[in-house]
């Protein structure tokens, strides 16, 4: 059996039966697995590189130094450590009556530091100022300080001037162009002066009481080898909570920067839908070439079961043809992937990090196995019909219909559909969100396509024209390859407009998340008095956009009326919460930024207070939709029911508040204003007077830590940019498979018109008005699927506004007519080449 299975194979190789198919498969996995090895080195990439924010792969922090038996078991398991020391200190420059002192945030760092990331140093002012320095290894030396430029204008210094902090004088050797792991605390927004570690002693800032922040950063030494690190971080979070230990906090990428976490959150889910969409299209494109192998093979298995074999022989040599197409198939198909992701890294260029990690085998398994699966799903049924062909179809040319048991072989496809998606996807939320909308599509597009056959026939005779009633009549003699062609090519065509829609609507929500006109300055500070100045100097600077929000001070001391102490609360993000004050604020009217996730925005009455509170803080505060919250407000109790859960856009870097209370219940609480807005070029002259004019206020510079979440927004839009464009190339092979799937009966068809008087130019306009007014249907229904299962995803799983466009419909219909127009034009063409009579000996 096995001997004639392989001459069979090798027969079907050489007639070309087999090239679509193997081709088909080749292309799928190939597809996948180019996906598969891109998707893997480059998720795993940008959470590598994302960790440059943090200046390390996970950062302890604590309010006393780290305790040595931590640092000795890091090391012990081959960790890289530094240390920095951070927290709020005066600089003062100048002697006697010319002496000035500005608000800094000291930071002592060791050497080696940061382990993730660079630190860009430069002596020129206006470098500095647009982020452009020299990337360095290097720590201040020993006497010498690195400053922020804004400490150069506080203080009316220069770059070897010299600065005291505490009781120790330092020279200024260079400006701080960027600091990866600056972070968004309130410490940090204060310029820096950054020392080396060993000069902290010598100022006599640190003693017992001191508000300082400890923080031992931890590195694997490779920086694609992350197991160390979390089989450490797992080690240190029993050691915390065995011990009890207070005041340590772990932070990682996920906890230490939540704009850039939501940013790669996005990015991941995305890519995840590239790969998984991918799965689709391979899906479609197998199956249609099955089902072409299995049209083309009715013939031979008659000749088969006439010859003597049985349907179980029959079955055998089949399955063993395709086990062989499979693996070969799915061999070369990783090969051909494995070269092409490298393709996609040339083309991404500077803008993929020349040391990605290394290629893992797991896509290459998968595309193996997604090979394999692939043919156990959809080509299976096809083989089931062929064991089932009779053996008078010798004699008769007709087909029986499907048995049972292939029938039900289609329902295994559909479980290996969404077995496959659920694998490719690695979210279930996404895949199940995928999968229904397509197996919902299938069956909808199908019964629409049906439907519309049936009404062709009363428009057979609208029109006195003999191509249009030739084309009327094909499309009705094959209703089901009439159908299954309309519905292949509509999925086909979906997958690809939903990446389209997707891609652009993802894309432009990551940049409006973010934009280049996002707030890059904070003023903190500003006294009720003060506002019509603030207002009108802003304005006179240029800021388009001035709003001033309310700041009030208040400290949570019971929820419910149960006291808030520091036993109240287990997780250390709650102790700190509930040991400091609060930022309030309050407005009529919700941020823009912000969106209701339970519960509804207050309506402001007379004599109610009422709280919206952000989701994360509730969460960890343990709070629900009709708490009471009290905060004492300067000697004020002020009672407010949470009445709303918000969510908040991080990555938009405007101005956020964790609790929003009521306008009408803050009347009479103490405020202070705060404002968040945009200043193009340097802004640190606008800055320095304002400091200098309301020395009360506290000008916070964050336009370091856009530029650095705009540079992880830009390369992640560009790796999907050319996933886009790589799961394009591989729609291409279904919108063929479907368009050729009966290339061999339009064959006889148009040799026997042609036989029966049909002219040439009759029947290529009929042919021309068939596949228009199938790639047309077929257009539409995919425009419709898309939009449906855009909205579904835009609005459900990547959490962005969904914007209608109906140039979606429009192009559905033009690209599906040209698809269709285009692919029967290349079969058509080869028809009529030829005389009649060889196309009706050869069919």
Not at 82 to 110: H, N, R, W, Y
Not at 182 to 210: C, H, I, K, Q, W
Request: glycine share 8%.
């Amino acid at each position: 059996m096995l001997s004639q299975s392989l001459r069979m194979t090798a027969r079907d190789w050489r007639a070309g039966e087999l090239r679509f198919l193997l081709i088909a498969l080749i292309v799928a996995v190939s597809a996948l697995s180019a996906v598969g090895f891109f998707i893997d080195r480059m998720r795993t990439g940008l959470n590598r590189d994302a960790h440059q924010l943090l200046g390390a792969d996970l950062l302890v922090g604590a309010d006393q130094p780290v305790q040595p038996e931590w640092r000795r078991e890091a090391e012990r398991r081959g960790l890289v450590l530094a240390d920095t020391v951070v927290f709020p200190s005066m600089a003062q420059a100048g002697e006697g009556e010319d002496s000035m002192a500005q608000l800094a945030s000291i930071k002592a760092v060791s050497k080696g530091y940061p382990l993730r990331g660079q630190v860009k140093i430069t002596q020129d002012p206006a470098q500095a100022g647009e982020a452009l320095g020299e990337r360095t290894r290097d720590t201040p030396a020993p006497g010498t300080v690195w400053v922020d430029p804004q400490i150069l204008t506080a203080l009316n210094t220069r770059v070897g001037g010299a600065i005291t902090v505490g009781d120790k004088r330092f020279a200024i050797a260079q400006l701080i162009a960027t600091e990866p792991d600056r972070g968004a605390a309130f410490v940090n927004f204060a310029p820096r002066v950054m020392m080396a570690l060993d000069d902290l002693a010598a100022t006599g800032l640190v003693e017992n009481g001191s508000r300082v922040t400890y923080r031992m950063q931890v590195a694997s030494p490779s920086n694609n080898d992350m197991a160390r690190v979390s089989e450490y971080e797992a080690w240190l979070k029993n050691q915390i909570s065995a011990g009890k230990v207070k005041g340590v906090r772990i932070e990682s990428l996920e906890n230490g920067r939540p704009e850039m976490n939501a940013t790669l959150d996005r990015a991941d889910r995305f890519l995840s839908l590239v790969g998984l969409l991918s799965a689709m299209l391979a899906a479609v494109a197998v199956a249609m070439a099955a089902r072409r192998f299995m049209l083309r093979h009715l013939d031979a298995c008659a000749m088969l079961r006439c010859l003597g074999l049985t349907q179980n022989q029959v079955t055998a040599l089949y399955l063993i043809e395709f086990t062989l197409v499979g693996l070969a198939g799915s061999l070369v198909g990783v090969l051909v992937g494995f070269g092409a992701h490298y393709i996609l890294l040339e083309l991404l260029g500077n803008l993929v990090a020349a040391d990605l990690p290394p290629v893992s085998l797991l896509p290459a398994f998968q595309g193996v196995a997604t090979g394999m699966l692939l043919l156990v799903g959809f080509a299976l049924p096809p083989v089931l019909q062929l064991r089932n062909v009779p053996h008078n179809r010798v004699i008769r040319r007709e087909q029986a219909a499907p048995k049972p048991m292939a029938l039900a072989t289609y329902g295994l496809g559909i479980c290996v559909f969404v077995g496959l998606l659920l694998w490719q996807a690695g979210d279930i939320r996404l895949a199940l969100l995928t999968a229904a909308g397509f197996l919902f599509g299938f069956a909808l597009f199908a019964l629409v396509a049906w439907l519309g056959l049936r009404s062709l026939k009363r428009l057979r005779g609208a029109f006195d024209n003999q191509s249009w009633r030739f084309a009327v009549t094909s499309l009705q003699r094959r209703p089901g390859a009439t159908v299954v062609q309309v519905v292949s090519l509509a999925m086909g065509l979906m997958a690809l407009l939903i990446l389209t829609v997707v891609r652009g609507d993802l894309t432009q929500a990551w940049r409006t998340a973010t934009p280049p006109d996002a707030p890059n300055r904070f003023v903190i500070n500003i006294q009720g008095d003060q506002k019509p100045a603030i207002e009108q100097r802003l304005r006179g600077a240029g800021v388009k956009e001035v709003v001033l929000y309310p700041m009030i001070r208040g400290r949570l001391t019971s929820v419910n009326g149960t006291a808030i102490t520091r036993d109240t609360y287990d997780n250390d993000d709650a102790r700190r919460m509930s040991d400091r004050e609060f930022n309030l604020s309050t407005m009529k009217d919700m941020p823009a930024t912000n969106e209701i996730v339970a519960g509804k925005w207050f309506s402001d009455a007379p004599g109610v207070a009422e709280a919206s509170v952000e989701q994360g803080i509730a969460k960890t505060l343990r709070l629900k939709l009709g708490d009471v919250m009290r905060f004492n407000i300067g000697g004020l109790d002020v009672d407010a029911k949470v009445t709303s859960l918000r969510k908040l856009e991080w990555g938009s870097m405007r101005a956020n508040f964790f609790v929003i209370v009521n306008p009408a219940a803050m009347e009479s609480a103490a405020q202070t204003y705060m404002t968040a807005f945009h200043l193009p070029g340097d802004g640190a002259a606008l800055g320095n007077s304002l400091s200098r004019e309301f020395p009360n206020l506290t000008v916070i510079d964050v336009s370091g830590i856009i530029r650095q979440v705009q540079e992880v927004v830009d390369q992640v839009v560009v790796a999907v940019e050319f996933l886009f464009m790589f799961t394009l190339a591989s729609g291409v092979l279904v919108l063929y498979a479907a368009l050729m799937a009966s290339q061999d009966e339009r064959t006889r068809e148009a040799g026997l018109l042609r036989a029966l008087g049909a002219t040439r130019k009759q029947l290529s306009r009929a042919q021309w008005i068939e596949f228009s007014l199938v790639g047309g249907l077929a257009g539409l229904l995919a425009a419709t699927g898309a939009a449906a299962l855009g909205w579904a995803l835009a609005t459900y799983q990547f959490k962005f506004p969904w914007t209608f466009s109906p140039t979606v419909w429009l192009a559905g219909v033009v690209v599906g007519a040209l698809c269709a127009i285009i692919g029967g034009w290349l079969g058509l063409r080869m028809v009529l080449r030829q005389p009649p009579l060889q196309t009706l000996r050869e069919a």
